[in-house]
């Protein structure tokens, strides 16, 4: 290799060195920003200054991940095409370092609670740490020997490595991400979440439905071991009882008995009818109010609106994991844990219909009509 051909790969080796590092420096940063995402947007200082409110976050996301995206592609071509030029992919780099990588960075620093709701901030630096560091895996991709990546290194895996093809694909998948959660904005994405977790009730609600009508095992085979005295009717026992044991390990739960002496029916009874009107509420909360929510981020800095939203997620995000500990304790037949367990149901779900009781400009309206209806039919249930 000429000596300029030598010196330019060389350059390019500790260019891409420093992007490393600093790729690495910016996925702490977001890092941070998601597990505090209600602290100062820099996180490093609780004397940083308030992130410009004339900045569009979510904007900012949408051109700094197309951005990188692009410059990805052209990366991934570059050292896979004939003739390799070290001087072409530094460029690309330098672009990155200089424009892309730090603004996505900036978006999510950007994307204050008070403005952005702390579940999306949170979201938007998960979503943009993803990118940093499918980027980070392509940056390792580049040849330092001035040659082009072999065929071994392009496609599927070598030695459990993958190869620059599909780590490309996953940079696009990670910036198609954060694109799209920009396009849908807030609203958008807390309707898309309110849904996954409507059909997460629904699916417990389900599951208990099919638990419900489970046919008990018979009793009389029980009574007939019982009753066994001879040698070949202690062995059936014996037989009957370790298929009893395997049935347990196949099967993580027992079916109610047929006599249900705890009373363990009615309670499902109660619990279905219940889960039924919560997933009612959150497809009624998805059109009454998520769909009509004000512009986003609102204009006025004191709008109570993104605090009230960062509430409401709390609590219905909180609803299906509940359900989900109140099946379990059904399945497990545990009568005082059931009345705990669906009271607590009951509590949270009552709760989160208050939370969306008033609009968006803290007025009754229809929907407050309807909220307290859902409430009466929770208690009476």
Known sequence: MPPKDTDAAKALDSLVRTASTLLTKLQAVLSEIQKAPESAPSTSSSSSPEPDPTINALSLA??????????GTKISLLIINEPFTPSAVSTVVRELVAGPIPGLVSSAQACAPKRYTALVRRELAWRANRILSELHQLLQKIPDDGKILP??????FAKGD???????????????????????????????KVDQWRDILHDVMEELKEWGDEEPDSDSDQDSCDEANDPSDQLAA??????????????SHQ???????????????TSLKRLRLVTLLYQAL??????KLPALPPA?????????????????????????????????????????????????????????TRDWADKRDEFSEWTDKFQAEMKKV
């Not at 014996?238 to 099967?251: E, G, I, K, P, R």
């Not at 545990?334 to 939370?355: G, H």
């Open 286 to 291: 998805i059109k009454r109010r998520l769909q």
């Open 62 to 71: 949408h051109d700094s991940a197309s951005l990188i995206r692009a410059h």
């Open 162 to 192: 993958k190869g620059s093809l599909p780590v490309t694909g996953l940079l696009w998948s990670a910036c198609d991400s954060v694109i799209g959660l920009s396009t849908m904005g807030i609203g958008g994405f807390l309707i898309q």
């Open 151 to 156: 065929e071994s290194k392009r496609d599927g």
């Open 300 to 356: 006025a800095a004191d709008s109570s609106v993104p605090a009230r939203l960062d509430e409401m997620a709390t609590v219905l995000a909180k609803l299906p994991d509940t359900f989900g500990d109140l099946a379990c304790v059904f399945y497990e037949l545990q009568p005082s844990e059931i009345d705990k367990t669906m009271d607590q149901c009951f509590l949270d779900a009552f709760a989160a219909s208050e939370l969306f």
């Open 255 to 269: 079916a109610i008995p047929a006599s249900d002496p705890d009373r363990i029916r009615p309670r499902l009874e």
């Open 238 to 251: 014996h037989s009957l009882s370790t298929q009893a044991m395997l049935d347990s390990l196949m099967n």
